[in-house]
Structure formats: structure tokens, C-alpha cells
């Protein structure tokens, strides 16, 4: 399982009928909800910096985006949008750009876009900077739970670098098995 997979677990808790129950219900603000996961979304945009010869400059083009998860709410008040759209970040390769033009890029469609990365000094100096762009801002935090491939001992470790097995008293491949102790709070 990958770290993203199962903060996207985590963070909508999904009951027998999959319902929502989780966090996801504080950070849209509201428990009348359905969700979508990874919907291909399609958006007309312009052509920009790409001159190819069969089209004209001013040709529209079809753009394809996917966010992490598209929340509807069935009953939003008069000052609230239907449609939330939530992309995750994790702390396995951020990259604080690609993520900026990324959900720039749902915003042209979606409007109301939230953001949520990872807690941590190195992470949370990016929060001022979303917020500028307009974008509501919320911190992850958890324990990774490790299972060793080798002997299968289970090891619970924050940060995403795998453990030292202490059972095999190495470094072994180990594989994530669930979070523990997971939490979503708002930057203000």
C-alpha cells in the first residue's frame, strides 16, 4: 500500500455502505456527502506556447485532470459551493511547484480547491504560500505502521524511511500496512 492510498482511507473512513466518516466531513464542512475518487475531469483551455502548424494559436484544446477527490455537497448553504475538490500531498517525494500548478489547474474548473500536506517544519513553510494563492491549507500527520517482508515483524515509525527490523536486527524491505494516530488540522 502506498502512503497516499491510505491517507485517502483515512481521511474519508468509509463505512460498510461507504459512506463517509471521517475527517473528510470537518474539512468540507458538512456530513451530507458523496465523493469521487481520481474522476478524469476534461477542461477546454487555450493553446499556449506551442505553435503547430494544422492549428490556429487561438484553438481551443481539451486539458485532462484527475484529482484526488471530488466532494459534492447534497445540501450547501448560499456562501458554499457544491463541488470541493481535496488533493493530497505526501511527504514521499513533494514537490511544492508541481503541486501549485496542479491544483491552479482544478481551480479553473472547481473553484473551491483544498489542499492538504504534510506536517513538519519542512513541509508547513509551504502553507503561507497556498494560502496566498487562495487555497484553504491543512496539515496530515500520522504513524506509519511497517511489516517486515522478511520475518514479519511490525514496526510503527513516523517519517516515510522505512525501519530497521528489530526482530532481524537489519534493514529490511518492509511494506506499509496501515496509519495510526492520523490527524487533519486546518493552517489559519
Given at each position: 500500500m502506498k502512503i497516499h492510498d491510505a491517507l485517502i482511507v483515512e481521511l474519508i473512513k468509509p463505512d460498510r455502505h461507504g459512506e463517509a466518516?471521517?475527517?473528510?466531513?470537518?474539512?468540507?464542512?458538512?456530513?451530507?456527502?458523496?465523493?469521487?475518487?481520481?474522476?478524469l475531469v476534461y477542461r477546454r483551455g487555450q493553446l499556449t506556447n506551442q505553435k503547430i502548424h494544422y492549428l490556429n494559436v487561438m484553438d481551443q484544446v481539451w486539458?485532462?485532470?484527475?484529482?484526488?477527490?471530488?466532494?459534492?455537497?447534497?445540501?450547501?448553504?448560499?456562501e458554499e459551493r457544491a463541488k470541493v475538490v481535496i488533493e493530497v500531498e505526501t511527504d514521499v517525494d513533494f514537490d511544492f511547484g508541481k503541486s501549485l500548478r496542479q491544483i491552479k489547474n482544478y481551480n479553473k474548473e472547481?473553484?473551491?480547491v483544498r489542499v492538504i500536506i504534510p506536517a513538519g517544519k519542512e513541509y508547513e513553510m509551504f502553507a503561507p504560500l497556498y494560502k496566498n494563492e487562495g487555497f484553504r491549507v491543512w496539515?496530515?500527520?500520522?504513524v506509519r505502521v511497517w511489516q517486515c517482508l522478511r520475518c514479519g515483524n511490525v514496526t510503527e515509525k513516523a517519517g516515510p524511511i522505512q525501519p530497521k527490523c528489530n526482530k532481524c536486527k537489519k534493514y529490511t524491505e518492509h511494506r506499509l500496512i496501515e496509519l495510526k494516530d492520523v490527524k487533519f488540522d486546518e493552517f489559519v
Open positions: 466518516t471521517g475527517d473528510i466531513i470537518k474539512i468540507v464542512g458538512s456530513s451530507k456527502i458523496k465523493y469521487q475518487l481520481e474522476e486539458h485532462s485532470m484527475s484529482p484526488d477527490i471530488i466532494v459534492t455537497r447534497l445540501r450547501p448553504t448560499s472547481f473553484f473551491d496539515f496530515w500527520q500520522a
